[in-house]
């Protein structure tokens, strides 16, 4: 166990100094006006935000290495089959933005009826996670997930929302104001 945390902490410290705050983009790509991100570097974000999710969950449930070992090829199995099933239906939320205006409703039904089957497709997906995930861990375990898996996407939520704010006002000419310490003047 004490070796895969170790490898875990260098790999996150790794990360954080490879770019600002470890989870921004190159600042080219985050001004305003500046263009989006490249799959390469969305799929980069990906992997850092993977690493501290197991990281985390590591520490979270106190995972010995048996169960780790378990655990994070089965998620990750899991993680890949969601993120296909999501793509697409961005990619049909793109399509139904796009035919709106056209008033087609048979296109528009077409593209309902196919969201509707990729989302019970990714519901379908997370049961059978669940029902695995079950068969790794202690009640007590899958407890601690459920709660982990809400903070942590709203702690990346976060996390992303304000280094995207940080560099707006960077970018802008706008600093942030820091708050003084107890006792430090204005």
Same mark, same amino acid.
């Given at each position: 166990?004490?070796?895969? *945390?170790?490898?875990? +902490? *260098?790999? +996150?410290?790794?990360?954080?100094?490879?770019?600002?705050?470890?989870?921004? =983009?190159?600042?080219?790509?985050?001004?305003?006006?500046? /263009?989006?991100?490249?799959?390469?570097?969305? &799929?980069?974000? /990906?992997?850092?935000?993977?690493?501290?999710?197991?990281?985390?969950?590591?520490?979270?449930?106190?995972?010995?290495?048996?169960?780790?070992?378990?655990?994070?090829?089965?998620?990750?199995?899991?993680?890949? @089959?969601?993120?296909?099933?999501?793509?697409?239906?961005?990619?049909?939320?793109? @399509?139904?933005?796009?035919?709106?205006? !056209?008033?087609?409703?048979?296109?528009?039904?077409?593209?309902?009826?196919?969201l509707e089957t990729y989302h019970g497709q990714l519901k379908e997906i997370e049961e059978r996670e669940w029902s695995d995930i079950k068969n790794v861990l202690?009640? &007590?375990?899958?407890?601690?997930?459920? =709660?982990?898996?809400?903070?942590?996407?709203?702690?990346? /939520?976060?996390?992303?929302?304000?280094?995207?704010?940080?560099?707006?006002?960077?970018? !802008?000419?706008?600093?942030? /104001?820091?708050?003084?310490?107890?006792?430090?003047p204005y």
């Amino acid at each position: 166990m004490k070796k895969y *945390l170790l490898t875990m +902490l *260098l790999s +996150l410290s790794l990360l954080f100094s490879m770019t600002d705050a470890g989870f921004c =983009l190159s600042p080219e790509n985050n001004e305003p006006g500046g /263009r989006p991100p490249t799959p390469e570097q969305r &799929e980069e974000l /990906r992997k850092r935000i993977e690493m501290i999710k197991m990281w985390k969950l590591t520490q979270t449930l106190d995972l010995d290495d048996k169960t780790a070992a378990e655990l994070f090829p089965l998620m990750n199995k899991y993680d890949r @089959e969601k993120a296909e099933v999501q793509h697409t239906i961005r990619k049909n939320m793109q @399509e139904l933005k796009e035919n709106i205006e !056209s008033k087609n409703e048979r296109r528009l039904s077409s593209i309902m009826k196919n969201l509707e089957t990729y989302h019970g497709q990714l519901k379908e997906i997370e049961e059978r996670e669940w029902s695995d995930i079950k068969n790794v861990l202690t009640i &007590e375990q899958q407890a601690k997930l459920v =709660l982990f898996r809400m903070n942590f996407r709203r702690e990346i /939520r976060d996390i992303i929302a304000k280094t995207q704010k940080r560099k707006a006002g960077r970018y !802008s000419g706008v600093r942030e /104001r820091r708050s003084p310490s107890h006792g430090e003047p204005y």
